[in-house]
């Protein structure tokens, strides 16, 4: 059965320092991987996504992503974070082949400190 | 939040009375979706429907129905709420169904089953 993990709850940072959002899952087949961000009160926003070719993907408000197929792991990085990046982040996974069926993480809460 | 309204954003009802969530987008996409936010557990798939009067069941499908009788609106009905449906509901959307498709979503509607 696919799933995801992402092992942090939380994860606090202070403005100006590199951040890191863990992810790793678990298929059967070839991944497509994705990662959405909640502002509080509001819906998922959509980040980023791996479908195939190069391993790090870029995406929205300057965050990128590194897919380590040996590791399984798909971790959301910014060099530089921001108060406002504080938010509940979401790493999911859908099977190539399959339906537009996501499964979703647990959630990680990033905390920016000033 | 991608063409998408959902309504009502809250909802407080007693348990053993039906409930009725309304998704309505202006994308005009064939495929839309029912999850559930519960902490700890992310995002859960409650239905989906791939086109008019054309919907399958997802992971926590139980105690839900759905309807689609126009592409723009899909509903989601609780017969008779009970206290584990107290939850975040969110509706989204997508263009295809094939797996690499990014799915978006609406703001949520928060339903307290008293």
Redesign the interface.
Known sequence: AQSVAQPEDQVNVAEGNPLTVKCTYSVSGNPYLFWYVQYPNRGLQFLLKYITGDNLVKGSYGFEAEFNKSQTSFHLKKPSALVSDSALYFCAVSLSGGYNKLIFGAGTRLAVHP | ?AG?TQSPRHKVTETGTPVTLRCHQTENHR?MYWYRQDP??????IHYSYGVKDTDK?EVSDGYSVSRSKTEDFLLTLESATSSQTSVY?C?I?E?????????????TRLLVL
């Open positions: 939040d998408i495929y700890g557990h992310g995002l859960r798939l997802g969110f989204a997508s295809s169904d094939r797996s690499q498709e990014t799915q978006y979503f609406g703001p949520g």
